[in-house]
């Protein structure tokens, strides 16, 4: 019975502050400032008939964002303040004070840029989710192990604990999703699809010159095509359906998924992409209470006695 309540008991019963988390949150910095570096400032706000500015500051969080706020001159200016942000967060620095600077300059380039992909919304979403759990961690580096646990102030951690538990259910529902909507197209279901997204046929994704000539030879099998195309679906499902699975289950669908997004990375030039999928995996696949992360009884939490008087349970610095 313990491990079929995976979910609660790695969620309750383990200090939630690791160097995973800090981990996950560094590549979804990193990935966000691939694409805000590698892109130059005037096609990631290329002007239209639609958009004389380049911006899309046409809702809420478009008026708010950094990329709206400032004069159209400025947008250079502003794409360099958000890579160096960026910058700062990915070192793991005092995670309590940069998690809503990570979380404002991911939302911005989401809501006003033109040009973004599944990764930067992931991003927006995912950091808005660890705000809570970074507010409560109190480590000066987010590489360090999980502080000591003492004495009070127990509603933090159920804070950071609650935090995390959204960050695996929006993980596990954006895979469901991801599989379960590529069965409504055809190419998908005859196993055809990656032969149609990296033979530049339907997209504009095409591997790199210096392995194209293997790719074209994996592609020239109809076993292979098939096999990497429903291959990809069973990956995505059976990573959505880890929300309650074992360790070495988790520690499988994270290989699997690390793989599969780098392939994606090397084969469609998506490393930002990439990078964002990958930190939202070690997040939601590497637990509190696995021996590979927390080797320590200390950052166990059951095994401190609780005071019948009060709370006792609390991190310190």
């Not at 590698?38 to 096609?43: G, H, L």
């Not at 300059?105 to 979403?125: C, E, L, T």
Request: with cysteine; net charge positive.
């Amino acid at each position: 019975m313990t491990h079929t309540f995976d979910l609660t008991r790695h969620g309750t019963g383990y200090n939630p502050f690791s160097p995973a988390l800090g981990f996950g949150r560094t590549l979804i910095a990193i990935g966000t400032t691939v694409a805000l570096m590698a892109t130059p400032t005037e096609y990631l706000f290329y002007a239209s008939t639609a958009r004389p500015t380049g911006r899309v500051c046409e809702n809420f969080a478009g008026n708010i964002s950094l990329f709206c706020v400032v004069p159209n001159e400025r947008l250079e200016a502003a794409r360099w303040i958000a890579v160096a942000t960026l910058i700062i967060v990915a070192s793991g620095w005092r995670p309590r004070y940069t998690c809503l600077a990570h979380w404002y300059v991911s939302v911005s380039f989401y809501s006003s840029s033109n040009v973004f992909d599944g990764g930067d919304q992931v991003a927006a979403v995912i950091t808005l989710l660890i705000i809570p759990i970074c507010l409560c961690d109190k480590r000066r580096w987010h590489w360090g192990g999980p502080p000591e646990v003492v004495r009070s102030r127990r509603v933090a951690l159920i804070a950071a604990q609650v935090s995390l538990y959204a960050v695996w259910l929006q993980a596990s529902f954006i895979y469901f999703h991801a599989s379960l909507s590529k069965l409504t197209g055809e190419e998908w279901k005859n196993g055809t699809a990656v032969w149609y997204w990296l033979s530049g046929v339907e997209s504009s994704f095409s591997p790199p010159n210096y392995i194209s000539g293997a790719v074209r030879a994996v592609l020239s099998s109809a076993i292979a095509v098939q096999a990497a195309t429903w291959g990809t679906l069973a990956i995505e499902f059976g990573i959505a359906c880890c929300l309650m699975a074992r360790q070495k289950i988790r520690a499988l669908a994270l290989a699997l998924g690390v793989s599969l997004h780098a392939s994606i990375a090397l084969l469609m030039g998506l490393p930002g992409f990439s990078c964002i999928m990958v930190g939202m995996l070690i997040m939601y696949l590497l637990r509190p209470g696995d021996p590979s992360v927390w080797p320590s009884r200390e950052t166990t939490l059951r095994a401190k006695t609780l005071s019948p008087t009060r709370s006792t349970m609390t991190l310190k610095e």
